[in-house]
């Protein structure tokens, strides 16, 4: 198996409201897709939105689940300041603050969101390396 990730989906409740967020709040770029699912274009991976029943019933599990889902998505930014700003882009876009940027027990500086469904975002600046796109992409 080669080491890679190609696509992440998220199982969600309300597809228009998701679709809102990512799209009009965050400004992912939503590529043409069938009704029931959303498939956005990311710096080397794509994004893909699922009803949270159709998803479950695909994979054959149960749809029930609550709290702590044990994933967390990151997106790396450049400096401290981006941070923060970052944070309140999403906020602004309907995101929940759940950590609010400060200094990271590992050296950096990190704070979390979530989305409207509960998923947990990271977002982090890593002064010791580099870990996104070029500035090319």
């Known amino acids: 198996m080669k080491p890679r990730i190609s696509m992440i989906t998220l199982a969600v409740s309300d597809m228009e409201k998701s679709v809102d967020f990512y799209q009009k709040g965050l400004g992912f770029p939503r590529m043409d897709s069938p009704p029931e699912v959303a498939f956005f274009t990311l710096n080397g991976t794509w994004l893909g939105l699922f009803g949270r029943e159709a998803l479950a ?3 054959g599990v149960s749809s029930e689940g609550s709290g702590y889902k ?3 998505l990151a997106y790396n930014v450049a400096t401290e300041e981006e941070v923060g700003t970052v944070l309140q882009e999403a906020v602004k876009a309907g995101a929940k603050l759940i950590k609010p940027a400060q200094k990271a027990f590992w050296g950096g500086y990190h704070g979390y969101f979530s989305d409207p469904d509960d998923h947990l975002w990271e977002v982090a600046y890593n002064p010791f390396f580099w870990i996104g796109p070029t ?3």
Do not use: I, L, S
Request: aromatic content about 0%; glycine content about 12%; charged content about 55%.
């Open 135 to 137: 500035d090319e992409e």
């Open 70 to 72: 044990g994933v967390t």
């Open 57 to 59: 019933k695909d994979a």
